[in-house]
């Protein structure tokens, strides 16, 4: 939950934060860039400015003009991009991107599984910023400023084993603009997962509260009390039922590192050759020599977690008009479901599954 302050209300995202400011009782009129720079010093007011012209600040649950002043008991919500750490040098690299739509405001890519987003501990080189940079490096981009080196207008990420499809920022206004999208939950987003065994009912919704694991840091989980980490909210619609396996569809309300993996790992559905939530094991089958050698082919094929980023849909932000992309299951991905499917097909003929 956020914490509350003096006046104030915080959280944060992993590429955005917010803040709520309860304007004092005594307050002069102000204008509202100048009200937000005293309290916000660690932004520019030509970035603060851009924020509001993008609809990421609003006051009393409404948009407002640049030149609004505030007045007491105004209450302002902010919703601003996250600003990077220091002592990040991105380098560009010339690393193929998958573009599926680019203008000057923003461009769309389907991301291969084994790309890493961000530079970080272990991948300071060769991951997708690294090619976005390469990418923009002709173009006279803010983004591209020293303030902006280690994001290159990120405002989510996908996990380095994860594919599909992601949208990039070219401009403050639009990274903004889609900063705060993703804060109202606004985008549109559905993945593709391929889970071990099957759901009872044909669509659902997952509630709970993800956090770290309170002995592993790298991994995390579901507290059920909500005691601890961030409320998330996984929809899932069956889209095919293979017996051993499920094909689904995740739509996400919330966005949580992992949140797909954990929840349905908690639901007792590791996705499919999972290796850090227990997929990359037999969790559901037979005990027969064959099935299990089946079952290690089918993670030599598909050799990281059953997991693609099928839909991306948000609001434009120049236009202001609804758009929707649509990418296919990856070959490795489309190649073990097919493999699935005949074994099944094939176990229900012979009357040997179960």
Known sequence: MPSKETGILTFSEDYYDFREFVVDPGQSPLRIDKFLLDRMQYLSRNRIQNAIKAGAVVVNEREIKPNYRVRPGDVIQVVIPKQPGEGIKVIPEDIPLNVVYEDEDLL?????????????VGNWRGTLVNALAYHFRDLELPLLDQNFKDRIGLVHRIDK????????????FALNHLAKQFFRHSIERRYQALIWGEF??????????????PRNRILRTVFPEGDQGKWAVTHFRV????????LVECQLETGRTHQIRVHMQYKGHPLFNDDRYGGD????????S???QFVDNCFKILPRHALHAKVLGFVHPRTEKEIVFESDLPEDFATCLDKWRHYVDARRDKNTLT
């Open 161 to 172: 084993n994860t594919s599909g499809l992601m949208v990039v920022a070219k401009t403050d």
């Open 108 to 120: 769309v890519i389907n991301k291969p599984a084994g790309l890493v987003v961000h530079p970080g």
């Open 239 to 246: 889209l095919e039922r293979l017996y051993y396996v499920s």
């Open 200 to 213: 009872e009912e044909d669509s659902g919704t997952i509630r709970g509260h993800i956090g770290r694991h």
């Open 290 to 292: 064959k099935y299990k």
């Open 281 to 288: 094991r037999i969790c559901k089958g037979t005990v027969y």
